[in-house]
């Protein structure tokens, strides 16, 4: 019995050992030939590479259509004060057409292996947040994608309404302003935060992370100096980088 059980702690010791970080492709795999920030072929290139999973920014245009871009404003023109004509033909740096996440989510259904890193921008108007909330939660279940998608947001009234819509789902929160504890009192499963938090700023939840069962990622990581200290603690779970294949090679070492 005694044997067993050292059998088992040994087990256990050398399989958490081994516990890496997973990668997420921050805006996608961008930084290479015929790519561009949260492109298609970002999402592509994310799973040609075996990344873990591909972060994206949606926004919603004034006319209920879901896009894929980072910013609130494309070329001056703000998408939530716009109808989708007005920003439909507009080119990403790769030549591609802005895509919509209808676009996006279809790519993804052909790449099986991939998790979707779903980040909900903050906008201007609280219901135009909500509004992107539903039609995204519509479209990602009417997809089929529910159990490859993990949600984000700087927004918390984003958070807590996709928590409230998808109670099983992950969703994390990237303000960096609350707690593990206060992130688990809310109903959410992570904290998603600046790398500054975890380094100086509060680095002390990570082991509150550990302690609830709160996931954590940490964004956004491109220095090789910092992949290589955040992939040796064990109490990180997800890094979100620009170089997702130096990270893998990191891992790999
Ligand atoms: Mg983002």
Not at 2 to 20: D, E, G
Not at 22 to 37: F, L, M, P, T
Request: with cysteine; charged share 25%; glycine share 6%.
């Amino acid at each position: 019995m005694k044997n067993n059980i050292l059998l088992f702690v040994a087990l256990f010791v050398s399989l958490s050992a081994f516990a890496q970080p997973k990668v997420v492709a921050h805006r996608g795999y961008w930084d290479c030939e015929g790519s561009a920030q949260n492109s298609i072929k970002a999402l592509e290139m994310a799973a040609e590479i075996g990344a873990y999973g591909s972060e994206f920014d949606v926004n919603i245009t004034s006319d209920g259509v879901l896009v894929v871009n980072h910013d609130a404003t494309i070329n001056g023109i703000c998408i939530e004060d716009n109808p989708y004509s007005s920003i439909k033909d507009i080119k990403l740096k790769n030549g591609e057409t802005l895509p919509t996440l209808a676009q996006y989510l279809e790519t993804a259904i052909r790449l099986p292996g991939i998790q979707l890193i779903f980040e909900i921008k903050g906008h201007k108007l609280p219901e135009n947040e909500d509004r992107c909330v539903d039609a995204s939660v519509a479209m990602v279940k009417n997809m089929g994608l529910q159990d490859r998608t993990e949600w984000i947001s700087f927004s918390m009234r984003v958070c807590e309404r996709l928590h409230k819509l998808l109670p099983d789902a992950k969703v994390a929160y990237l303000n960096g302003t609350e707690s593990p504890l206060q992130i688990k009192e809310r109903g959410l499963t992570g904290v998603d935060y600046n790398q500054s938090i975890f380094t100086s700023k509060n680095p002390e939840w990570l082991d509150e992370a550990r302690q609830h069962g709160i996931e954590t990622n940490v964004w956004t990581v491109d220095k090789e100096e910092l992949l290589r200290q955040f992939a040796k603690d064990k109490r990180i779970d997800i890094i979100t980088t620009n170089k997702p294949v130096l990270l893998q090679q990191i891992i790999k070492e």
